[in-house]
């Protein structure tokens, strides 16, 4: 995709869609570039209508992301997104009205060299499969998916990534690991309307942390009702928690205790916050009190330690100063500067 490879060895890639008005051409190049800072490696556009389609062409030029068309139904705005130059088509063939729209959409395709990602969710299902499963279940949405494969296989066209997303996150389990046994195309993971931050954060790490860790799944979208840039921050949390990716600061801290001799809430907050979006990577323990904290902190490249009236800093474990708590802020921001990735 682009400069992006997907499926096989290759690390799993961070995705997000912009929300801004497709037609909005320079908007969403704003907003498209502002997710790649976040960290997104491939953005999707909607295209709902026909002046959608007819900003695609200056939107790519605007930004060097992959970029992703995201198209129902209609088979024209498909081909004028590969002719804008976009970077993968996501269109189900099932749903464009007929063999011949399908033939002219897989040889676009195949001419520019982009991929198609078949995109299955419970909304989408076939009445006919929903009567024969009883509702929109995880073997429904997968036997949907397939039939969209092989509509594609059909004229040979296999440059294939599926998606088959519940808002459950077991259901979403279920359908991964179905699909996973049924074909080797690279997956696109997700769980759709997941909910807004904290909790559709959370039901998306269960779901694909559980896949991932399995080894299923090629990309991933977080989708929350909340900002683009929260979705990315939990995809990047997801993978790096899964040792799958580096990327910006770990940061480790202690919950606090009776022991704490150090604000450990705010000076987290506030190191999470000054790192955010930085491509440096680097692992930061900030630790309450020195009983745990040393020993926590030996493993990470710097370490914040309560202690009484004085917080230590530690680089790799050893001392290097001691500063009062007002301080020690920018203490930290300097030797977080001088630190090399911890590559
Ligand atoms: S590091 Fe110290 S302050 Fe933090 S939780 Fe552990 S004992 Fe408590």
């Not at 928690?241 to 770990?250: F, I, K, P, V």
Request: charged share 25%.
């Amino acid at each position: 995709m682009g400069r992006v490879a997907i499926g096989g060895a290759n690390a799993i890639v961070v995705q997000t869609m912009v929300n801004t008005p497709t037609e909005e051409v320079q908007r969403t190049i704003d907003e498209i570039n502002r997710a790649a800072v976040a960290g997104a490696e491939i953005v999707r556009v909607a295209v709902p209508d026909r002046r959608a389609a007819e900003a695609l062409a200056d939107i790519k030029k605007g930004t060097d992301v992959p970029l992703v068309a995201d198209i129902h139904f209609n088979f024209r705005f498909a081909l004028i997104a590969a002719d804008a130059g976009f970077d993968k088509l996501r269109i189900n063939p099932g749903n464009i009205g007929g063999d011949d729209k399908v033939r002219a959409v897989v040889d676009k395709a195949g001419e520019k060299g982009i991929p198609i990602r078949i995109g299955v969710n419970h909304g989408s299902v076939e009445r006919e499969l929903i009567d024969k499963y009883g509702g929109p279940k995880p073997a429904a949405m997968v036997e949907s998916a397939m039939r969209h494969v092989e509509l594609l296989e059909k004229h040979d066209f296999r440059d294939i990534v599926i998606s088959i997303k519940a808002s459950s996150p077991l259901e979403t389990i279920e359908c991964y690991e179905m699909v996973a046994g049924k074909c080797d195309y690279p997956l696109h993971l997700g769980v759709t309307e997941a909910g807004t931050a904290f909790i559709g954060a959370i039901k998306t790490a269960v779901a694909l942390g559980h896949l991932l860790y399995r080894g299923i799944g090629d990309t991933l979208r977080v989708s929350l009702s909340a900002d683009i840039e929260q979705e990315v921050k939990a995809a990047w949390a997801i993978l790096k928690a899964l040792g799958l990716r580096r990327r910006g600061l770990e940061l480790v801290s202690c919950p606090s205790c009776g022991r704490t001799e150090t604000n450990v809430y705010e000076l987290a907050e506030k190191v999470e916050k000054a790192l955010e979006g930085t491509n440096k990577d680097i692992k930061v323990a900030v630790m309450g009190c020195v009983v745990n904290g040393p020993g926590e902190a030996a493993d990470a490249d710097i370490g914040v330690i309560g202690g009484k009236g004085r917080v230590m800093l530690t680089r790799k474990g050893r001392i290097i100063g001691r500063y009062d708590e007002a301080e020690i802020f920018e203490a930290l921001m300097r030797e977080i500067a001088a630190t090399e990735p911890a590559n």
